[in-house]
């Protein structure tokens, strides 16, 4: 959910240091970069379309 990539960025943010903020939550550098760049130019828009919207419907369907 975009709300977790927000996490993870106003962690970054407030610790100064993107690699913290990678190892405490467990996040791939090349995986926050892509987030920061889209956070940097679209705001939290730009963290939607990481948020596959089929994974938060799994086991809705019988």
């Not at 610790?15 to 467990?26: D, H, I, L, M």
């Amino acid at each position: 959910m975009p709300t977790n990539y927000l996490r993870v960025l106003h962690y970054a943010k407030e610790r100064g240091k993107n690699n913290v903020a990678c190892e405490f939550f467990g996040v791939k550098k090349s995986a926050f970069y892509k987030w920061k760049n889209e956070f940097d130019q679209l705001g939290e828009k730009g963290l939607m379309r990481w948020f596959d919207a089929a994974s938060y419907f799994i086991g809705c369907i019988p």
